[in-house]
């Protein structure tokens, strides 16, 4: 029997792909694009989009039939300097 | 080149060399509120206990360097204040390169499979007590620690061949020269000095690391 290795994945990590999934999507996106971005169930997606508003890093458009999550400037700025975090971490061989 | 201006030079070269250290712990400070990484703490923890401790050696060092000048024999008062902070010293950079291999035992552990120091002051007049602050068992004790470190450094740029990686290999590496340089300090006093200047370039590499990581962008 083969045993698939599964990479833990840190909270903060889970944050920065969904954060990224947007920033490729032009820095908005509806739930679909999220969900394979950030390789996420509906449920979990949902969950931590709620603390990323809480954080002020992601904020919610309702339009007539759709809903997209928008990445504010405080999150571009999240993204930038965890960018900066992981390559110093890399530098020492430490993964976040 | 006169004793006044080693003294100066040593000293400059143990400041920048603190100062650096702080900007590295202070980076990996960052590091650990963005993502809760213990070994990025450890990182933080290390290098700011070991900039805290050059920066108080290289005050401690002009300090004597100061009090010998008005005395011909230093006082047995003076000697055993010395000697003392030769062991503060001395442990405070253990205990930087024991959370330094902490970091990187810690990062082998959760990955299921990863320290530095510094100087006196330095002059015909000086030196004498400057080497009070180094003592051969501990320098033995810190040249394993980095040994450790400087090792699984190499693995990882290796690993991973990149600039960064390859800086702080550079970096403990010329550290750990520095400790070695120290050590046989027994021999011929002027290797303090080499340590000094050894130690200071292994800290420039962090420095340039540490400027190529800000100047990163998405």
């Given at each position: 029997m083969s045993r698939e290795h599964k990479e833990y994945r840190s909270k903060t990590r889970i944050y920065v792909d969904i954060l990224n999934s947007l920033l490729k999507h032009g820095g908005k996106s509806g739930p679909t694009h999220l969900l394979l971005g950030a390789n996420l169930s509906h449920e979990r997606l949902m969950k931590h989009l709620a603390q990323l508003m809480d954080l002020g890093l992601v904020s919610e458009e309702i339009g007539d039939n759709e809903r997209a999550f928008k990445l504010t400037d405080k999150g571009r700025v999240f993204i930038l300097e965890f960018v900066k975090v992981e390559k110093f971490a890399e530098a020492f061989g430490i993964t976040i | 080149m006169s004793p006044q201006l080693l003294v100066f030079l040593v000293f400059v070269m143990e400041l920048v060399s603190s100062l650096i250290s702080i900007l590295v712990g202070y980076q990996a400070s960052k590091g650990y509120k963005a993502s809760s990484s213990k070994s990025l703490l450890f990182l933080y923890m290390g290098f700011t206990v070991l900039g805290i401790g050059i920066l108080l050696r290289a005050i401690t060092a002009v300090f004597f360097a100061l009090a010998i000048r008005t005395t011909e024999t230093p006082p047995n008062s003076l000697v055993s204040l010395s000697n003392v902070a030769g062991i503060i010293f001395t442990l405070t950079q253990l205990a930087a390169y024991s959370l330094f291999t902490a970091t990187y035992a810690f990062q082998a552990k959760s990955l299921g499979q990863r320290d530095m120091e510094v100087g006196g002051a330095v002059s015909a007049a000086v030196f004498p007590i400057a080497r009070l602050f180094y003592i051969p068992a501990l320098e033995l004790l810190a040249i394993t620690m980095l040994g450790f470190v400087a090792v699984s450094s190499l693995m990882h740029w290796l690993h991973q061949r990149s600039l960064n990686a390859e800086l702080v290999f550079l970096g403990f590496s010329l550290m750990l020269l520095s400790h070695l340089l120290f050590l046989f300090m027994?021999?011929?006093?002027?290797l303090l000095f080499f340590g000094q200047l050894v130690q200071l370039a292994g800290f420039v590499c962090l420095l340039i690391m540490l400027a190529k990581v800000n100047k990163t962008g998405v």
């Open positions: - | 027994i021999f011929d006093e002027v």
